[in-house]
């Protein structure tokens, strides 16, 4: 009855272990299945590197005498028709140089859907990089949010929490969103973490007082001071993701530069 009882037991403790391998191995594969669809998407659609604020523009002629004035130029770094024909659902492309995040972002009526699709509609705890639905799909909105996942092995969103050091924010200050219309740069102003019934996750605002307080409530929230300032006139965007816990998020802020 012992031997039994200590066979039972050592069964029991390899058929764990073996449920345990299998587990991580699946838990892998989908990291590497996720972050391969992305490599080869980004390798396929991004076309050019992002251009500084400062480097932005070109001389505009406005008379015979040649002189002229500087002027913002549309530019295009990614092939979004190209995109669109894989998921009519994509709007543009994120990027924070240097940085893992780089990634396409969709918009669908259902909030839910792509936590746990990827771009190709491929079911996988990935998921994908997204705009709340209640937002314009064109960033017309004075704020609008953008979701990621925090992955465990570092891709999505998870870098965000690194900007909770200062260190980090002024080596990689600036956000770039491809959409339609072509190259835009948003400078981060503030980070930090929220609860996701906090002030953040509200949009819908128009350039008042209102909207005044909630941009103030976001750099008030900031752990050190940017020193980046933003008013009634910027259009700001919301990059979020999870906490290791879960409980909260953490959450970016960047105004629009061009």
Not at 31 to 60: M, N, R, T
Not at 238 to 255: D, E, M, P
Request: charged share 20%; net charge negative; glycine share 8%.
């Amino acid at each position: 009855m012992r031997r039994l009882i200590q066979g039972i037991l050592v069964g029991l403790c390899i058929g764990i272990l073996l449920f345990s391998v299998w587990q991580l191995a699946r838990i892998f594969l989908g990291y590497h299945s996720g972050d391969k669809e992305y490599d080869d998407l980004k390798e396929q659609f991004v076309l050019d590197a992002p251009v500084l604020p400062q480097e932005v523009g070109d001389i505009v002629p406005s008379g015979e005498d040649g002189e002229g004035e500087q002027a913002l130029v549309p530019m295009t770094r990614i092939d979004l028709d190209a995109l669109q024909e894989i998921n009519p659902e994509a709007v543009g492309w994120i990027e924070i140089p240097d940085t893992i995040i780089s990634y396409p972002m969709l918009h669908s009526t259902d909030n839910s859907y792509y936590l746990t699709h990827t771009f190709q509609n491929e079911r996988n705890k990935v998921g994908s990089i997204f705009i709340e639905t209640a937002n314009e799909a064109d960033f017309s909105d004075l704020h609008t949010i953008i979701y990621g996942h925090n992955m465990k092995n570092g891709s999505m969103f998870a870098g965000l929490k690194n900007y909770s050091s200062k260190s980090y924010w002024q080596a990689h200050p600036y956000v770039y969103i491809d959409l339609a219309d072509g190259a835009h740069c948003y400078e981060i102003f503030s980070c930090h973490e929220a609860a996701t019934s906090d002030i953040t996750y509200t949009i819908g605002y128009a350039a008042d007082d209102t909207y005044a307080s909630f941009l103030e409530s976001l750099k008030a929230s900031c752990p050190y001071d940017t020193g980046v300032s933003v008013g009634v006139e910027d259009k700001v965007i919301t990059l979020s993701t999870c906490t290791q816990n879960g409980q909260k998020r953490f959450v970016v802020h960047a105004k629009k530069v061009y």
